[in-house]
């Protein structure tokens, strides 16, 4: 029971992880103001991220046995650049939570290197929301 769960985890959080790809892309097109040059470069910067972890999550539930999901979470819509940023912070806190909860799965599991994936992209995703906040300080 313990792997299937992680499976179904897993492909919980690819899923999330397609968002972030798809949310970054749409918000790089859509944002505008004067710090759109800089939230640009900021979002496309963190799709690499996100790719690789998405990358690996699939590879890593077709080798436990599963199917990786095709569908993303939907993206939130928002109108200004500070909900913009607002809507990334939040989706990089819910990421370090599933990375949290999949790091004892993991361990339920007995998948020792799994676990020690999840705690990087929770060191990947902590620096992330970590940047964003540090945008919103700033008077967003």
């Given at each position: 029971m313990s792997r299937d769960a992680l499976i179904d985890a897993?492909?919980?959080?690819?899923?999330?992880?397609?968002?972030?790809?798809?949310?970054?892309?749409?918000?790089?097109?859509?944002v505008t103001g004067p710090?759109?040059?800089?939230l640009v470069t900021f979002f496309r910067a963190e799709i690499p991220d996100e790719?690789?972890?998405?990358?690996?999550?699939?590879?890593?539930?077709?080798?436990l046995g599963g199917t990786p999901t095709t569908v993303a979470k939907p993206v939130p819509t928002a109108s200004t650049p500070r909900e913009l940023l607002q809507n990334v912070l939040e989706a990089e806190e819910q990421a370090i939570a599933a990375y949290t909860r999949l790091i004892k799965l993991a361990d339920a599991a007995g998948e020792i290197g799994i676990r020690t994936q999840m705690e990087n992209f929770v060191q990947d995703e902590t620096g992330h929301r970590d940047e964003t906040r540090k945008i919103l300080q700033g008077g967003w």
């Open positions: 897993l492909n919980d959080q690819l899923s999330a992880e397609y968002q972030a790809i798809i949310q970054y892309i749409q918000y790089s097109a859509v710090h759109r040059p800089e790719q690789s972890h998405a990358q690996y999550l699939a590879d890593k539930i077709a080798a």
